[in-house]
């Protein structure tokens, strides 16, 4: 209880509740307690300090403790506070600082961590920490120490108020290294490195500070019976902690090497590596498991509001942060990137064991650095310690090369007659240099799957993706990272990991920009493959305009007919599809059908997809018949091309399944919707999302035909692998929910069942554009729930927004605007109000008996609306 109050009253007031939650376990006496403990804190401290200020008390005006007097409160932490003091003997006058434990707070355990931060700074005798003067006890009984008095600003601090240089900045954190490596030549780690504990001068000179929770390595000057802090509590800076001390696990040098590289860091960039707040289960979580970003990258992202480092902050913008380095943001990028990117990301490493050996080595580094010699961190190759012996002897090199130029001249003539003839060799070489590199890089990648890697333990394929995009992350933006990059996005997305292949993708396609520029067919795969993984992940708007922009590149750069422009115009049409723009769609569809027809007459191509697209327009519209026969012809190219057992062949199955259902035709239906899931489950796995596709269309249909026993689980089913993959907000989990309604309808459940379309309709609203035909199904279903409650005034809102919509985006003579009329009709009939349904009745029947069948459900239920009494 003593080291909990401690520790959460060194904390601000809006943390504690949190500290206290997650440190208490199952003991709610103790978080309680130690609750009141902090309340009769707070006003144990108000009234003091009223005190102080109204009659000058003896702790801040006079009290004196030895041969010195406090005047004032410098710091107050959650065990100790520290005094400005001056000697006010005989002897001589001199500014000091004293640490004192609070009163209330010497507790056995606290005291003896006291007095071993006394011991600590009495072994250490170095110009930039903060010298031990004085020790002992006051009149009371409570230890105390003096220190020599630090009159300086935090090293953050000092650096942008005096607008330093990146050199500058590493010249400073240079003597806080030295600093930090005699600390470890003396066996003690300081473990809560960071700003406030490093001051600088006036005369620009840093002091280590604050060794109130340093580890003393060796046993000898430890008070033997000082509680460990991994079994009492783990006292730190979140922020600025290494994972090791995060987790609880060995202290070593490494940590304090990792906390100077979060210094390194913000020093460099003005930013935090993690932005680390939240419960700390998240702390923990984004320390041990997140990778920063390079200081070279960081430094020219301007940071979104909810990404800054504490709750409720603004990060600072980038030209305000180059501008504090005596630099513009691109500037800034070119002085970080390549050593010093390198340097802190080693430091910054979450195996100690793969940062660098001592305080010492990253000193050398940084002295390596401001030298112009290569680094330790980088590999030594040829390449690297030319350009280095260049940027140090620039003048001496451009004599030399100067002299060269002249031989140089007299052997172009030969050159250029040797280059003909070599041309296309070269170019071989080229390539076959660039495949060794890829192939390299992936060897590396997958040496992570051998065995003895993983101690004879399983790995998943998401594991090896995820190490893999690890690894890729430290490659530099080369084509040759891009081609990794799209690699490892289209095995998440084989996975249906839609969310990790994005950033992946993002990264690709601003790899491509840099290296082809815009007009190029790089740039344009690449915005065509994340459009298709957005659209995929849901995200319709996003898609839209990388598929335009593909598809105006393609247009540019290849002929018409070409297909890849086939692919980008089948893209287009089918998001604007999704979006339910069909206004749009449908040129689009009808210039690719063209196009396709036309290569697979010239290249036997029988992929199709634009004609099973097409199909899958006219379903949306309600023109099944159109749709079936489409989808017919799809069926049967995918068999010939690809076989029975292919994942495209089943699609085909399901969309045809799909439109006989629609259709009315059940039995056929079921037929080829189970045989197209039997084939999904063997060829993509239980986890894959078309799954869920598939279980949601024969749940519906058996749903349909009656069996809502037998549907359900399938629905259910679908419904959590929807959810898992793909969140709470995605079309498809509305669909899903859709589904499970209609099952609660068939049971008879209809308050479950207008729950789950209410669910349904408002992840419609935020996922799709106003207005969007898909709603309209949910809109009439709810609206036909409302009118059997009597809320039929509820049911005319939802029903004539069900028509609005309707009449915007179809034809007029669609059976599915007929429906929507019907319905609206029928319910205004129903409120007492003939005159207004009497236009809305007539003739609503005929377009859904004409196109669907009069044996069709939705047929026979405008016949049986058109057949009841007014006022029914």
């Known amino acids: 209880m003593e080291s909990l109050f401690a520790a959460a009253a060194g904390r601000p007031a809006g943390e504690r509740g949190?500290?206290?939650?997650?440190?208490?376990?199952?003991?709610?006496?103790?978080?309680?307690?130690?609750?009141?403990?902090?309340?009769?804190?707070?006003?144990?401290?108000?009234?003091?300090?009223?005190?102080?200020?109204?009659?000058?008390?003896?702790?801040?005006?006079?009290?004196?403790?030895?041969?010195y007097r406090l005047i004032r409160q410098l710091g107050r932490g959650g065990m100790s506070s520290v005094y400005l003091a001056v000697r006010a003997d005989a002897q001589f006058r001199k500014r000091v600082a004293i640490k004192l434990v609070r009163r209330g707070m010497d507790t056995d355990d606290i005291l003896r961590r006291f007095r071993n931060e006394r011991q600590i700074l009495a072994s250490l005798d170095h110009p930039n920490i903060a010298k031990l003067l004085d020790g002992g006890t006051t009149d009371d009984g409570l230890p105390f120490f003096v220190m020599d008095y630090i009159e300086g600003e935090p090293i953050d601090t000092y650096c942008d108020q005096q607008q330093l240089s990146i050199a500058q900045r590493l010249a400073l954190l240079r003597a806080v290294c030295s600093a930090v490596h005699y600390a470890h030549r003396n066996l003690v780690v300081h473990r809560d490195l960071k700003p406030g504990n490093v001051l600088v001068t006036p005369d620009a000179v840093p002091k280590l500070l604050d060794f109130g929770i340093a580890k003393l390595l060796n046993p000898e000057l430890t008070e033997s019976s000082l509680a460990p802090t991994g079994r009492m509590l783990r006292l730190m800076t979140p922020s600025y902690a290494s994972p090791e001390q995060i987790t609880g696990g060995a202290i070593t040098t490494a940590s304090d090497i990792y906390s100077l590289g979060v210094l390194l860091y913000e020093l460099l960039t003005g930013r935090h590596p993690y932005r680390v707040?939240?419960?700390?289960?998240?702390?923990?979580?984004?320390?041990?498991?997140?990778?920063?970003?390079?200081?070279?990258?960081?430094?020219?992202?301007?940071?979104?509001?909810?990404?800054?480092?504490?709750e409720g902050s603004v990060p600072t913008p980038s030209g305000v942060l180059s501008r504090a380095r005596g630099a513009s943001p691109e500037q800034l990028r070119r002085a970080l990137r390549g050593d010093l990117d390198t340097i802190v990301l080693m430091a910054l490493r979450k195996e100690p064991s793969r940062r660098y050996g001592s305080v010492e080595q990253l000193a050398e580094d940084l002295d390596r650095h401001l030298a112009g010699r290569p680094v330790i961190a980088r590999k030594d190759t040829v390449g690297y310690r030319a350009g280095k012996f260049v940027g140090r002897h620039r003048l001496g090199v451009a004599a030399a090369v100067a002299s060269l130029g002249l031989i140089f001249a007299l052997l172009v003539t030969l050159a250029v007659q040797s280059a003909r003839v070599s041309h296309e060799r070269d170019r071989a070489t080229r390539e076959r240099d660039r495949a060794t590199r890829v192939a390299a890089m992936l060897n590396e990648l997958f040496e992570i799957a051998d065995p003895g890697e993983v101690r004879g333990n399983s790995i998943t394929a998401r594991e090896l993706l995820d190490r893999g995009a690890e690894q890729i992350r430290q490659l530099e933006d080369e084509p040759e990272t891009a081609m990794l990059l799209d690699t490892l996005a289209r095995l998440y997305e084989e996975l249906g990991l839609y969310g990790r292949s994005i950033p992946l993708l993002e990264r690709s396609l601003m790899i491509y920009r840099r290296a082809y520029g815009d007009l190029s067919k790089e740039t344009a795969e690449a915005l065509n493959h994340l459009g298709r993984v957005q659209a995929l992940k849901g995200e319709f708007a996003a898609a839209e305009p990388r598929f335009r922009e593909a598809l105006t590149i393609r247009r540019r750069i290849f002929p018409p007919d070409h297909p890849e422009v086939l692919n980008s115009i089948n893209n287009l049409a089918l998001i604007l599809h999704d979006l339910g723009d069909y206004s749009r769609a449908a040129p689009l569809y009808e210039e690719g059908l063209t196009i396709e027809r036309r290569l697979r007459e010239n290249q036997e191509d029988k992929e199709l997809f634009l004609l099973g697209n097409r199909a899958l327009m006219h379903y949306d519209m309600g023109q099944y018949r159109e749709a079936e026969d489409l989808y017919r012809e799809v069926l049967e190219a995918r068999r010939q091309a690809l076989g029975p057992e292919h994942e495209i062949t089943a699609r085909a199955l399901d969309n045809l399944g799909m439109t006989l259902h629609a259709r009315g035709r059940y039995e056929e239906a079921e037929k080829l919707l189970r045989e197209g899931l039997d084939i999904r489950l063997r060829v993509l796995g239980e986890k894959h999302p078309d799954l869920a596709r598939s279980r949601t269309n024969l749940g519906r249909l058996l749903c349909d035909r009656g069996e809502p026993e037998e549907a359900e689980p399938l629905l259910r089913q679908a419904l959590e692998q929807r959810l898992v993959l793909m969140g709470d907000q995605h079309p498809e989990v509305a669909a899903s929910l859709e589904g499970l309604a209609a099952c609660y309808v068939a049971r008879g459940e209809p308050a479950e069942a207008e729950r789950l379309y209410q669910r349904a309709l408002a992840i419609y609203r935020a996922s799709l554009p106003d207005q969007h035909p898909v709603t309209t199904e949910t809109l009439l279903a709810l609206g036909r729930l409302a009118e059997e409650r009597d809320a039929c005034a509820e049911a005319e809102l939802l029903l004539r927004e069900a028509l609005t919509t309707r009449s915007r985006k179809l034809p007029a003579h669609s059976w599915q605007l007929a429906e929507a009329r019907g319905a609206l009709g029928g319910c205004l009939a129903s409120l007492g109000r003939p005159d207004e349904a009497r236009p809305l009745l007539a003739g609503s029947a005929a377009p859904l008996v004409a196109q669907l069948g009069a044996e069709h459900p939705r047929a026979r239920r405008a016949l049986e609306r058109l057949a009841r009494p007014p006022g029914e």
């Open 277 to 310: 707040q939240g419960a700390p289960e998240e702390i923990e979580r984004v320390i041990c498991t997140q990778r920063p970003d390079r200081p070279s990258t960081i430094v020219i992202r301007e940071v979104p509001p909810e990404a800054a480092g504490d």
């Open 18 to 67: 949190e500290f206290l939650d997650a440190h208490c376990g199952d003991d709610p006496e103790l978080r309680a307690e130690v609750g009141r403990l902090l309340e009769a804190d707070e006003r144990a401290g108000t009234f003091i300090e009223r005190s102080v200020e109204a009659v000058a008390s003896e702790l801040c005006s006079g009290r004196s403790i030895g041969p």
